[in-house]
């Protein structure tokens, strides 16, 4: 069958009016989809201003519906369900952006966070790596990479993260709180006290500071000192186990017995599951020669170290 000259023009013909058609669709069906995009996300905008987060996520999926790769749609997503404490959501939704954008600053730095609140430190300790790979002078990164290397005994790497920190930021007091816990936990209480001391000097109302230099003073034999620190800790937070703690071993090594069973009593009426507080108790019951009754606050303490290892087990 041969095909006329006229009759291939008009196939032309046609098929270009088909394309042209078809391009005139796509090009609508984009420009709509982008209006739609752009009214959806001023939508959830102002719906997270009223404070109506359901409604302003309902509006971000919409604008994710449109367009998947959406940054800031996904990002502000990912903050308010932070917000409303869903975690493992906001998590998901930061590694959809990490998918995305694999050098995304904001995401990493945000995942990390969530994941030290969650006490996932090893999987924190990898998303802090990541983020400060992308902004090596994030100076409460490396102090928050230091807390995570703490909790996981990684000693000598933590004290290198909170130095780092300083370094970066002289003034931060978290990160020499950090440096000062590390040098403890290290057994150099003289350095400790120094770092505690520095937290001091930059935030004199910091409650924890106080108590980790009593506990270096405790430690270096100066239990009158050691005492002075526990009580302005308690004059800040009149209900911080640690510092009542504390407060209870200085008052025990300074020989005043009754003030100190006073003192692990009131710790206990707050946390009576501490084994702590049972430990010191157990210590003091043996010095007035109640053996009986300090055997018994020891078996309580064996017996709470025993729960509270088998909920670890049990989380892991």
């Known amino acids: ?55 302003a996520i309902e509006y971000y999926d919409k604008v994710l519906k449109q367009n998947p790769a959406h940054l800031q749609a996904l990002n502000n997503k990912a903050a308010l369900l932070s917000w409303q404490e869903k975690y493992e959501d906001a998590l998901a939704v930061y590694d959809k952006i990490i998918a995305i954008s694999a050098d995304n600053f904001d995401a990493w730095s945000n995942k990390a966070l969530i994941l030290f609140s969650l006490d996932k430190y090893e999987e924190a300790v990898m998303s802090f790596i990541n983020a400060l790979k992308l902004k090596e002078d994030w100076a409460l990164g490396w102090a928050n990479l230091g807390f995570c290397l703490l909790e996981l005994n990684l000693y000598n790497e933590a004290l290198t993260a909170f130095e780092k920190a300083t370094a970066l930021d002289k003034n931060l007091a978290e990160a020499w709180y950090g440096k000062g816990e590390t040098l403890f936990e290290k057994k150099d209480y003289e350095k400790a006290l120094q770092a505690f001391e520095k937290v001091l000097q930059l935030k004199p109302d910091f409650a924890e500071a106080h108590t980790g230099k009593g506990n270096c003073l405790l430690e270096l034999g100066k239990y009158e000192e050691a005492l002075k620190s526990f009580k302005k800790s308690l004059k800040l937070d009149p209900e911080y186990i640690l510092a ?31 084994s702590d507080i049972w430990i010191y108790k157990a210590e003091l019951l043996e010095k007035v020669g109640r053996h009986d009754d300090a055997q018994k606050a020891l ?18």
Do not use: C, H, P
Not at 8 to 32: D, G, K
Not at 299 to 316: G, V
């Open 1 to 55: 069958m041969i095909i006329s000259k006229k009759g291939i023009s008009f196939v032309i013909i046609l098929l270009a009016i088909l394309i042209f058609s078809f391009l005139i669709f796509w090009i609508t069906y984009l420009i709509e989809s982008k209006r739609k995009e752009k009214r959806f996300f001023n939508e959830a905008q102002n719906f997270e201003k009223q404070g109506n987060f359901e409604k």
């Open 244 to 274: 009542l703690i504390g407060k209870g071993r200085a008052q025990l090594k300074l020989g005043r017995i009754t003030a100190a069973r006073r003192t692990f009593d009131k710790a206990l009426e707050l946390d009576e599951d501490n």
């Open 299 to 316: 078996n309580k303490a064996k017996e709470l170290e025993e729960i509270s290892s088998e909920k670890e087990n049990t989380t892991q």
